[in-house]
């Protein structure tokens, strides 16, 4: 076969299998097609599948198959990582600047707190540590990816749940907001080659000047040139952070988050963002299967994550219980709330394919990371659904 149909049949299995497991097992409630997607990335990759059936594996997942969906995978990840910048809403978020500040700082710098204390544990073994890393970046990358909140996702969950329009609804997504920034910002830190600090510089100066002159160009656009014109700011910011050292994420989510929301239509926005979700992140979510590594040992990689999935957890929720008692929420709510923060899904595994490829983890870390991120977010629905019917009785 040629490389086109090896593709293609690739491409069968990314979309057939999950579906089928999904639809099939009715996971919805607890794993929802996003969170199977991703399962069925690791069931597919090196450490289970392809050593089960390494034939299969050099087969279907070639170096020419895996080229060309790397490059779908870095293209959607990239839109959705916009998509992302693009509905922060920083003008709600510094209306309400003082509830959300104390909520959105107790809700990342406790899991941040308590993650660095993982990793501090983690760096004691051999194994963990990215070949490229120094200490202080490695414990801060383990701390932050414990923080994360998945805000796209916390956006479907807060849908299903029917609450993304009510007033708690658009608080969450207030401090998640908040969260968001302060997390590429971190990463922005981690991955600073001093090297390259005044490539670095360079870009950030630039991005400021040319962000202004863009914003006002976009403010005459009519709307349906505003989504070509963002299309190409994308792929251009993201080069440019590449080309200074901070990755291309980082520069996707800078293109997006220096544009507003209200500049395109929310329909057209959410059908986007689930149509990338749909058409093109499955490829994505093999890609990251395919890098999970269980060379450490599989019972120590779920030791990691188990410690790591606590530490976020924890974190989150006595940092929104802390903030609860201080802003004298209603009972319950600051646990509600904390729960739902520590979704971690999409972002979390874009965070840590970063830090994978600048070297300041193993694969072995990014599997641990991975499995704290599949079941972090597993949890969300059905500890949320209840405690949300309870307090609306």
């Not at 608080?171 to 390259?196: E, P």
């Not at 291309?248 to 689930?274: C, E, Y």
């Not at 299967?289 to 599989?298: E, P």
Request: glycine share 10%.
């Amino acid at each position: 076969m040629n490389v086109t149909e090896i593709f293609l049949i690739a491409v069968t299995i990314i979309f057939t299998i999950p579906f089928l497991i999904w639809r099939v097992g009715r996971t919805e409630y607890y794993a929802p097609l996003v969170v199977v997607q991703i399962i069925t990335g690791i069931l597919l990759g090196p450490g289970i599948m392809g050593a089960v059936f390494p034939e299969y594996y050099a087969f279907v997942f070639n170096s020419s198959v895996m080229q060309s969906m790397n490059g779908i995978a870095w293209w959607a990840v990239m839109i959705f990582v916009w998509i992302a910048g693009i509905e922060l809403d920083l003008h709600q978020a510094w209306k309400h600047r003082w509830e959300s500040g104390i909520t959105a700082g107790l809700a990342l710098g406790m899991p941040l707190l308590f993650g660095c204390a993982a990793a501090i544990g983690m760096v004691v073994f051999d194994g963990w540590i990215g070949p490229k890393a120094m200490t202080w970046q490695f414990v801060l990358g383990i701390g932050m990816a414990c923080a994360v909140t998945a805000l796209p996702i916390l956006i479907l969950f807060m849908e299903k749940l029917e609450i993304l329009r009510e007033p708690i609804g658009q608080r969450i997504l207030r401090y998640a907001s908040l969260d968001d920034i302060a997390i590429w910002g971190v990463l922005a830190l981690i991955l600073m080659d001093w090297n390259r600090v005044g490539r670095q510089a360079g870009f950030l100066v630039g991005f400021a000047i040319i962000g202004f002159g863009f914003r006002k160009l976009m403010r005459r656009l009519p709307e349906r040139d505003r989504w070509h014109v963002g299309f190409i700011w994308l792929p251009v910011c993201s080069f440019c952070a590449d080309w200074a050292g901070l990755h291309f994420m980082v520069g996707a989510f800078l293109a997006g988050a220096l544009m507003d929301g209200h500049w395109f239509n929310q329909k057209q926005m959410d059908f986007l963002r689930q149509h990338v979700l749909l058409v093109m992140m499955p490829v994505f979510f093999l890609s990251t299967g395919l890098k999970t590594n269980w060379s450490i040992g599989g019972a120590e990689v779920f030791i990691a994550a188990f410690v790591l999935l606590f530490a976020s957890v924890t974190g989150k929720l006595i940092g929104s219980h802390f903030a609860g008692k201080i802003l004298q929420w209603q009972p319950g709510e600051g646990l509600l709330i904390g729960w739902l923060l520590q979704t971690k899904a999409l972002i979390m595994i874009i965070f840590a394919n970063v830090l994978l490829d600048k070297g300041i983890i193993t694969s072995g870390t990014f599997t641990a990371l991975l499995l704290m991120a599949v079941f972090s977010t597993m949890l969300t629905v059905p500890v949320v659904t209840p405690r949300l019917a309870r307090m609306n009785r």
